[in-house]
C-alpha cells in the first residue's frame, strides 16, 4: 500500500522567511497530493493540492511542486507570518488519504 | 453552506457507557468519512460511507460502529470503549469517493474515563 514520509518534522524560520515542507510517497499510482494545515484544536483545514498531471501550483504565498519521477512533492510558503504557524500535513491518495506525519512549523516575529 | 458540521465539541463517557457522534454537511456530498485522531499525529481513516453506504472499514473494533441515516448526516456510536480510545475524532466529506478533496470538520474530544 502507500506510504507517505514527510520532513522536517519541525521547522522554525524567522517571520518573512520562506518555509519548505517535503513529502515522498510510495505508490506511483498515487495521483492527488493535498496539504492541509491544522492550528492547535482545530479541523485540519486543505489549503493547496496538486494532481500528477501538473507539475506546480501556487497560491499567493504558497505553493506546491510535484516530481512524480522521483515521487517527491513540496510545500513552499514565502514571506512567513506569525499565523502561519500550525501543523501542516501532506497526503497521497490511491482510493483513500494516507497522510504523512506532520510538521510542525513555528514563525517567530 | 460550506461546512461540516460536529457534536458534540467535546465528550466524557465512562466505559460502560454508549454515546453518538453526530456530523451533517449540507453540499450535496455523497462521501462521508470518519477519522481518528490523536495529538500530534495525522488522522488515520476508520470508515468510508459512499452515496449511504458503507465502503471502506479499516477494521474498527466493533464497539465503534457507523450509520449514515441519510446523504447529509453520519453517526458514530460507541459503546463499551477504552480510554485509549480517547482522542479527537473528525468526520470529513468529499464531492464522492473518488473526488479527493476532502473537507474536514471541526471534530469531537473524546475522553474515555
Known amino acids: 500500500g502507500e506510504n507517505v514520509e514527510q520532513h522536517p518534522s519541525t521547522l522554525s524560520v524567522q517571520e518573512g522567511d520562506s518555509a519548505v515542507i517535503k513529502c515522498t510517497y510510495s505508490?506511483?499510482?498515487?495521483?492527488?497530493f493535498p496539504w492541509y494545515k491544522q492550528e492547535l484544536g482545530k479541523r485540519p483545514q486543505l489549503i493547496i493540492d496538486?494532481?500528477?498531471?501538473?507539475g506546480e501550483k501556487k497560491d499567493q504565498r504558497i505553493a506546491v511542486t510535484l516530481n512524480k519521477t522521483a515521487k517527491h512533492f513540496s510545500l513552499h510558503i514565502t514571506e512567513t507570518q506569525p499565523e502561519d504557524s500550525a501543523v501542516y500535513f501532506c497526503?497521497?491518495?490511491?482510493?483513500?488519504?494516507?497522510f504523512g506525519q506532520g510538521t510542525t512549523l513555528q514563525v517567530k516575529p | 453552506d460550506t461546512e461540516v458540521t460536529q457534536t458534540p465539541k467535546h465528550l466524557v463517557m465512562g466505559m460502560t457507557n454508549k454515546k453518538s457522534l453526530k456530523c451533517e454537511q449540507h453540499?450535496?456530498?455523497?462521501?462521508m468519512y470518519w477519522y481518528k485522531q490523536k495529538a500530534k499525529k495525522p488522522p488515520e481513516l476508520m470508515f468510508v460511507?459512499?452515496?449511504?453506504?458503507?465502503?471502506i472499514n479499516e477494521s474498527v473494533p466493533s464497539r465503534f460502529s457507523p450509520e449514515c441515516p441519510n446523504s447529509s448526516l453520519l453517526n458514530l456510536h460507541l459503546h463499551a470503549l477504552q480510554p485509549e480510545d480517547s482522542a479527537l475524532y473528525l468526520c470529513?466529506?468529499?464531492?464522492?469517493?473518488?473526488?479527493?478533496?476532502?473537507?474536514f470538520g471541526p471534530g469531537t474530544r473524546l475522553t474515555v474515563t
Open positions: 453540499m450535496g456530498h455523497r462521501a
Open positions: 496538486i494532481r500528477s498531471n501538473v
Open positions: 497526503a497521497g491518495n490511491t482510493g483513500k488519504l494516507i
Open positions: 460511507y459512499s452515496y449511504e453506504k458503507l465502503s
Open positions: 470529513a466529506s468529499s464531492q464522492d469517493s473518488t473526488s479527493y478533496e476532502q473537507y
Open positions: 505508490d506511483s499510482a498515487s495521483n492527488y
